[in-house]
């Protein structure tokens, strides 16, 4: 895919979660009182995406998104993201304000190296992550093993299946590949995971008929099912 913009990827996961999330920001005082108390300008497309959807819950689903007062300044990186579970860390420079900017992983005090492109593929994956891994109020995940080739097989089916539902692929670099329809997200990770998230109880249980062969080993809901 083209590399995605901050505004695309914003107007998309609006577009997207529009049934399950209301989305909410922080106030351009709070992200300056942030960026003054830092002593740096943070990033345009870092001052959006915390305008836009700082807020809001889906970012601390299992990822979690810093409190502009929490971001914390390493060196020229600002981190304003984390997976508690893995210690991974995202930040990005503030000497690099150009559009798009990259955004950095570090794992367990190593060095940063760029993941994404631009804060607006960071932005896309991180939701759709959250989405398949609970936050969405049906999800069911593959912890490890699953290979690409076996993922764009099996997702195959569900495009046939559910062609009303809009699906299409969206890739991300290195950390895995995406599918987003309406209502409906898969996620395979690079490293063997593969998951689904669903807005609705028909729309999962769709998924999941299309996919008779798959041993999910968690299934989550808040409706009951199955």
Request: glycine share 8%; hydrophobic share 45%; with cysteine.
């Amino acid at each position: 895919m083209s590399l995605m913009t901050i505004d695309q990827a914003l107007d998309l996961t609006d577009r997207l979660f529009a049934q399950t999330v209301e989305w909410a920001g922080y106030t351009d005082a709070e992200i300056k009182q942030a960026s003054d108390a830092l002593g740096v300008s943070l990033p345009l497309e870092l001052r959006q995406l915390y305008a836009h959807q700082g807020r809001c819950d889906v970012h601390r689903a299992h990822l979690k998104i810093r409190h502009p007062s929490k971001i914390e300044l390493d060196g020229a990186f600002a981190v304003f993201y984390d997976d508690p579970a893995s210690g991974a860390s995202w930040a990005v420079s503030v000497a690099d304000d150009a559009r798009p900017c990259p955004v950095y992983c570090r794992i367990d005090g190593a060095w940063y190296e760029i993941e994404f492109s631009s804060v607006g593929e960071f932005l896309l994956f991180a939701c759709v992550w959250q989405a398949c891994e609970g936050a969405m109020p049906f999800s069911a995940t593959v912890i490890d093993g699953v290979g690409r080739e076996w993922a764009e097989h099996e997702v195959a089916k569900v495009v046939a299946s559910c062609d009303d539902l809009g699906i299409v692929k969206v890739v991300v670099g290195e950390p895995g590949t995406l599918w987003v329809g309406r209502g409906v997200f898969l996620l395979h990770e690079s490293f063997g995971r593969f998951s689904t998230g669903t807005t609705l109880l028909g729309a999962f249980e769709r998924v999941l008929a299309a996919l008779p062969d798959v041993v999910w080993d968690f299934v989550s809901t808040r409706d009951g099912f199955p």
